[in-house]
């Protein structure tokens, strides 16, 4: 079952506070952020042979390797929960490039962070990455006359 647009913010919420509290509170030294890394090569690989689904898989991966950094087995069962729903929300709309397109070089950017200026850094980023691909599905929920 598609997950509703209340489901939608629920979802985010639940990301927000889980993987931009492990990212803030994590090390760029933790062999998860070579997971991130191999995420993120695998995502533009992938972009460059334009498989969208792929891109997507990866994407989730990425984020699946962020709260890898928690060291929780309870946190992934949690998050994968999260990221199945979301799954559902994205196959809904039908659109994988125009949802994982903008997101591409941000998945970098946080990584870039993270190993560069730390982690506090990486999760206000991710925070307004975030916001931003809530706001994307949300819209186009919208578009589609979704509730």
Not at 64 to 81: E, Y
Not at 118 to 139: C, F, H, N, T
Request: aromatic letters at 4%.
């Amino acid at each position: 079952m598609r997950p509703s647009t209340a489901d939608v913010v629920d979802i985010y919420r639940a990301r927000r506070t889980i993987e931009g509290g492990v990212l803030a509170g994590a090390s760029p030294l933790h062999p998860g952020v070579d997971r991130m890394r191999e995420a993120v090569e695998r995502a533009r690989s992938a972009a460059d042979e334009s498989d969208w689904a792929v891109v997507g898989t990866a994407n989730m991966a990425f984020h699946a390797a962020i709260v890898l950094l928690a060291d929780s087995a309870r946190l992934q069962k949690v998050h994968g929960q999260l990221l199945a729903e979301l799954r559902l929300a994205f196959l809904a709309l039908g659109d994988a490039h125009g949802l994982h397109a903008p997101f591409l070089s941000r998945n970098a950017r946080i990584l870039e962070l993270m190993v560069g200026d730390g982690p506090k850094a990486a999760a206000d980023e991710l925070e307004r990455y975030l916001i931003d691909s809530e706001r994307a599905v949300l819209g186009a929920y919208a578009r589609l006359g979704r509730d």
